[in-house]
């Protein structure tokens, strides 16, 4: 028959876990033992079996506030967070293996580019760019607006010179100061939120093949930014948290 009830030394030795660990679930409320007679910290059999999920967890690399908020749920389900987890996880492992893969094809244009002029440079900075993009954006773009515009964009892309590839990527550059400037003065009907308009369709234009810009795509383009996590980190990270909304706003409000 096991033992009904342990102190905190005999817990420790027989779950594997230290004193100091299990001191700290006390305090944290993750793992709150009994006290008995004496006032000294006792656990029990449902304190065990509690102390059992939290170490199946942790070997889970679940963090500790979220074992804490799983095992408080009154439809806790260990089955079904594990399996949350483990989707978490995969999709992690997805970005992380998309990252390498992209991390190694910069480093083997790198190697190419050593023996390459710089036109030959820039014409493969172009190609580069239409492959990150393809592999980030190319299967939502393509059902959004199908093989013939993004084709188009491609090659609008690839033809460009080096003066236009300049002047885009510091129109970019200009485009997020002028979402801080507009977003500081709270009104995305501002004279600075119209000039970001303005700029961002230039942008915009730069980069749609020839004859497929319009104002009701760019607005439809600007309302799925909110949706997609990568836009909103591309913009919140460059011009602060709230930039993203703002930036939609004022395209929304002067396009």
């Not at 408080?72 to 999709?91: N, Y």
């Not at 188009?152 to 400037?181: C, H, P, R, Y």
Request: some cysteine; hydrophobic content about 40%; overall charge negative.
């Amino acid at each position: 028959m096991s033992k009904q009830v342990y102190a905190v030394k005999e817990l420790a030795d027989l779950s594997g876990v230290s004193v100091r660990t299990l001191h700290y679930y006390d305090k944290i409320g993750l793992l709150v033992p009994d006290r008995d007679r004496s006032g000294y910290r006792v656990y029990g059999q449902e304190q065990v079996a509690k102390l059992q999920s939290i170490l199946a967890m942790r070997a889970c690399a679940l963090p500790l506030n979220e074992i804490k908020v799983l095992l408080s749920s009154a439809d806790f389900d260990g089955k079904r967070a594990l399996m949350a987890h483990l989707q978490r996880l995969q999709a992690q492992r997805n970005d992380i293996d998309e990252a390498m893969r992209r991390t190694r094809g910069a480093l083997s244009l790198m190697e190419g580019m050593e023996t390459m002029n710089d036109a030959e440079k820039f014409e493969e900075l172009k190609k580069q760019s239409i492959e990150t993009f393809e592999a980030t954006y190319g299967e939502e773009a393509r059902e959004l607006y199908d093989n013939e515009a993004i084709d188009g964009a491609n090659e609008k892309f690839l033809a460009m010179s080096e003066d236009a590839w300049n002047a885009k990527e510091l129109l970019e550059k200009t485009i997020i100061a002028q979402i801080k400037v507009a977003k500081a003065i709270k009104d995305p009907t501002s004279t600075a939120a119209q000039e970001l308009a303005e700029m961002h369709a230039a942008w915009i234009q730069m980069h749609w093949a020839d004859g497929t810009y319009s104002v009701e795509a760019h607005k439809a383009l600007a309302q799925g930014y909110l949706a997609d996590d990568r836009f909103k980190a591309y913009y919140d990270s460059a011009a602060g948290e709230g930039a993203t909304e703002f930036l939609v706003k004022a395209l929304l409000a002067n396009l």
